[in-house]
């Protein structure tokens, strides 16, 4: 399998790469035009900030199975086009958080000692001491925008500091921050009360000018800012206004909205310290994001579970021994729904009852989706792509978790609505941690969802199970096992057998011949 690495990634992540059997082409930064040649028969393709993937050359790519960015963002990649297209994109997001952190630190410190400005006077002879008087770190509040792993490791390293650190982050509770010595607060109670504010998002589309005019206008006079993270979370425009008349004291830079920076106003302001993109730039990072997401290319390739994907749900750790045989069970009843149902589907839900309502199961909602889809499209659908998929078919998704537990410790039911029918099933894991089918359509069972199945609902009445037998041993197809599941004595009933080998149409014409039969689906999981 033929691997594509461009940028410059560190040799220790191309050594595993080869290491691992995989063939492996390096290159410096590509334009759109040449990589959609390069990565035509490639399986995958690794960069760092450099190269744009862009939408054209995934869809020029044959083979690919995943892109890795080997850094935290993944900005210069069209994530939504390689999602479409099912290629996993995965990134390095622990490899240069110290880095990060450091960088950030070392910034603050400068811009607070104005230390840039004063190394270059005296380069040039001039000894301005009192010119870059500057201001202690202790004592002051740090607000930090974006309380992620960078983040985290610069509030530990205020805090020894003798900082005060405040924190905006909607998706870390309390407890939490309560570890780190760190005190929540709203957006603008943060941005009022700080005397450095820093930002560690990653740049979308509600980040984009996130410190606009208006919220740097209310940041407290004299107050100074700092992007290590993402250029244009911070309007450049607005900052060199408030910076330009003296609102702010300071601002320190590290990305840019246009990277190469070029003509920049902000250049022209004293105040103002920069470095080109360098808050990863350590050696020790660019070995560890190279050899971490060699380490996905390497999983994704061999058919395993990646560690740090971007575009789909990631298990890891004790989560994923309890999810495990649980995602198996989601999709196989996906696939045994889509096959018994003749018309199209309209709606499908997924509920999760028991222990399994405590967790995060986007997981296991994307392998139902998956094995729902997949008898349908085949090959073009997979774990990547499978929410798109249902969306863009017209699939209305729903999704219910509760705790309460009736007979199974935990269960799995999932329904499909069409046109003309419904169906439902339920499943659940034994305690040999196999995926068993537990209700087919409101009758009880107990079946592994697995091989060859036929599911015959029928009359519950006599001479009826002997036909069936014979119409199958005579096309040459053994039986692995039987169940019959009925609600009512003399009412309908449905016949779940497991054979050994595909069943021909001519076994399931002779099938429907006999008389009590109602129906007959050939399942094949």
């Keep these: 399998m033929r691997v594509l690495a461009l940028d410059g990634v560190d040799a220790r992540g191309l050594a595993a790469l080869r290491e691992a059997g995989l ?5 410096g ?8 040649e390069a990565i035509r028969d490639c399986e995958a393709l690794i960069v760092r900030s450099g190269t744009r993937v862009t939408a054209a050359a995934i869809n020029a790519a044959k083979k690919l199975k995943i892109i890795a960015r080997a850094g935290v963002g993944t900005d210069n990649i069209d994530v939504a086009a390689a999602t479409e297209r099912g290629i996993v994109v995965v990134n390095a997001p622990e ?8 960088h950030t630190i070392a910034m603050m410190l400068a811009l607070a000692r104005n230390i840039p400005q004063a190394s270059a006077a005296l380069k040039q002879g001039r000894w301005e001491k009192k010119k870059f008087v500057g201001v202690e770190l202790r004592g002051k509040t740090l607000g930090i925008i974006g309380l992620g792993k960078i983040g985290r490791e610069v509030a530990r390293r205020a805090r020894g500091l003798e900082m005060k650190v405040v924190a905006f982050d909607p998706y870390v509770d ?8 760190v005190e929540l607060v709203p957006l603008e109670t943060l941005l009022a009360g700080a005397d450095f504010v820093t930002v560690h998002l990653p740049l979308t589309k509600d980040t984009r000018h996130l410190l606009d005019r208006e919220k740097l206008g209310l940041m407290k006079q004299g107050a100074r800012v700092l992007n290590v993270a993402r250029g244009g979370i911070i309007d450049e425009g607005a900052l060199y206004e408030a910076l330009k008349a003296g609102h702010l004291a300071g601002a320190a830079l590290d990305v840019f909205e246009e990277e190469p920076l070029g003509q920049s106003p902000l250049l022209e302001l004293e105040n103002v310290i920069v470095t080109p993109h360098l808050g990863a730039s350590t050696r020790e990072a660019q070995v560890a994001v190279a050899v971490e997401v060699a380490g996905d290319v390497i999983r994704c390739l061999q058919g395993e579970p990646v ?23 989601a999709e196989k009843l996906g696939s045994f729904l889509s096959q018994l149902m003749e ?11 028991g222990e399994l309502a405590g967790y995060d199961l986007a997981p296991l909602t994307s392998s139902f989706l998956k094995g729902l889809l997949r008898p349908l499209l085949a090959e073009a659908v997979n774990y990547v792509n499978a929410p798109l998929v249902a969306k863009k078919r017209g699939i209305r998704i729903r999704e219910k978790k509760s705790p309460e537990m009736e007979y199974f410790a935990n269960l799995i039911g999932v329904q499909v609505q069409g ?8 499943g659940t894991v034994n305690q040999a941690g196999e995926p068993r089918l537990v209700n087919l359509d409101g009758y009880s069972v107990d079946t592994i969802p697995a091989g060859h199945l036929l599911v015959i609902p029928h009359l519950d009445r006599p001479r009826i199970i002997g036909p069936v037998a ?3 041993g005579d096309h040459g197809v053994n039986i692995a096992a039987m169940q019959v599941g009925r609600r009512e004595r003399g009412g309908q009933a449905v016949m779940l057998i497991s054979v050994d080998s595909e069943v021909p149409r001519a076994a399931l014409d002779a099938i429907r011949q006999v008389d009590g039969v109602l129906d007959v689906r050939y399942i094949s999981l």
């Design 419 to 426: 046109r003309r029918e419904s169906h439902r099933l339920a």
């Design 29 to 36: 930064k590509m334009e759109e035009e040449e990589l959609k």
């Design 95 to 102: 490899g240069n958080t110290i880095a990060a952190a450091e």
């Design 174 to 181: 309390s407890e939490q921050a309560a570890r780190l010595e």
């Design 23 to 27: 063939e492996v082409t390096t290159s």
């Design 470 to 472: 014979l119409a199958i």
């Design 307 to 329: 560690l740090n994907a971007v575009n789909i749900p990631v298990v890891r750790g004790h989560l994923a021994e309890v999810l495990h045989p649980y995602l198996q069970l």
């Design 343 to 353: 018309s199209p589907i309209l709606t499908a839900e997924i509920c999760f009852n």
